[in-house]
């Protein structure tokens, strides 16, 4: 089973970006969708980003209407790792992000889809 680590997170101004990432160990990697949530206390953890690589080497991604045009979500099979651009970045932005991983078929967009999960990283967005 896979094992996932995130970094990148930390403190940036509003309209500011930041990079995560999130190493994979102990699986197939390519053969995992990959999924980003993120949480904020009192709160249930929230869908953010999707990305899954088609059998012909096509990325589909999907994105919350909340982050769509401003996050972009990618992969690198080859190192194991995932990664999520946030750009244009918001004071409600700010949360710990997860990134997660399912070999289930289609997209998942909740949390009990996910077995497999990082242990966050803090993003503070200060405006």
């Known amino acids: 089973q896979v094992q996932l680590v995130e970094s990148g997170g930390g403190l940036v101004q509003a309209g500011g970006s930041l990079r995560l990432s999130c190493a994979a160990s102990g699986g197939t990697f390519s053969l995992y969708k990959v999924a980003w949530f993120r949480q904020v206390p009192g709160k249930e953890r929230e869908f953010v980003a999707y990305?899954?690589?088609?059998?012909?080497?096509?990325?589909?991604?999907d994105y919350s209407d909340s982050v769509k045009g401003r996050f972009t979500a990618s992969r690198d099979n080859a190192k194991n790792m995932a990664y999520l651009q946030m750009n244009s970045l918001k004071p409600e932005d700010t949360a710990v992000y997860y990134c997660?991983?399912?070999?289930?078929?289609?997209?998942?967009?909740?949390?009990?889809?996910?077995?497999?999960w990082g242990q966050g990283t803090q993003v503070t967005v200060s405006s």
């Open positions: 990305i899954r690589r088609s059998a012909s080497y096509t990325d589909y991604s």
């Open positions: 997660a991983a399912r070999r289930s078929l289609g997209v998942g967009y909740a949390e009990y889809e996910y077995p497999y």
